[in-house]
């Protein structure tokens, strides 16, 4: 994942745990793709909350190499206001900065 991606979902980390529910078909599309292994969903899953599983699942992909980010983003069909928003932010970010570096 590049460091734009990166800096888009800790920016908007909060946001994405009120928001996303990631326990349904959001883990089993991004296990199934091969974001996340079988020991990340389990790691996912034993966490007491939603929001607790969220924000694992969110320390977890930027770990998962450079399709990890699209694949979220494909993850999020239950969720199609996030998708968009995540989008159009990834844009803006492209836009501020052209080589597609982010700056921190």
Do not use: N
């Not at 909060?14 to 079988?38: A, H, M, N, S």
């Not at 966490?47 to 599983?53: A, F, I, P, V």
């Amino acid at each position: 994942m590049d460091a734009r991606d990166k800096q888009l979902l800790r920016s908007l980390r909060l946001e994405l745990c009120t928001e996303v529910l990631v326990d349904g078909l959001v883990i089993q599309y991004l296990y199934q793709e091969g974001i996340l292994t079988d020991s990340h969903v389990q790691e996912i899953k034993s966490q007491t909350t939603s929001q607790r599983k969220t924000m694992m699942l969110l320390d977890i992909l930027p770990t998962r190499g450079p399709k990890a980010f699209d694949a979220f983003l494909d993850s999020l069909q239950e969720f199609p206001w996030v998708k968009e928003k995540l989008i159009m932010k990834r844009k803006e970010m492209t836009v501020q900065d052209p080589s597609g570096k982010a700056r921190i």
